[in-house]
């Protein structure tokens, strides 16, 4: 089992930055990979950034040059099991509630944080 807590998010006007963070405990051996989805009201979740325990990166066409995913080295020095995602120059269709998830060894994206709200007003 893995838990996610999260932390981070709130308000910001549009141009703002914020930053999350995501600590995983439990069989952090197991774990793949972590990322960030996030879930605008109305519509389906969706994979903001991830991240390999090598460090490789992926990111939605949307946040591409404006987001950035990173592994917290002093937390993750064995194990891949904190995260941060720095979100800059955020608009207004980036506000969502955003998921830590991990992706398991037995089970893709198996573990998910209980989420965090991102607010960003024109």
């Known amino acids: 089992q893995v838990q996610l807590v999260e932390s981070g998010g709130g308000s910001v006007q549009a141009g703002g930055s914020l930053r999350l963070s995501c600590v995983a405990s439990?069989?952090?051996?197991?774990?793949?990979?972590m990322g960030w989805y996030r879930q605008a009201p109305g519509k389906q979740r969706e994979l903001v950034a991830a991240?390999?325990?090598?460090?490789?990166?992926?990111?939605?066409?949307?946040v591409k040059g404006r987001f950035t995913i990173s592994r917290e080295n002093a937390k993750s020095r064995i194990y891949l099991h904190a995260i941060d995602l720095q979100m800059d120059n955020l608009k207004p269709e980036d506000t969502a509630v955003y998921y830590c998830?991990?992706?398991?060894?037995?089970?893709?994206?198996?573990?998910w944080g209980q989420g965090t709200q991102v607010t960003v007003s024109s």
């Open positions: 998830a991990a992706d398991l060894v037995l089970a893709t994206w198996g573990s």
């Open positions: 439990g069989t952090i051996f197991s774990i793949n990979r």
């Open positions: 991240i390999t325990t090598g460090g490789s990166t992926n990111y939605a066409d949307s």
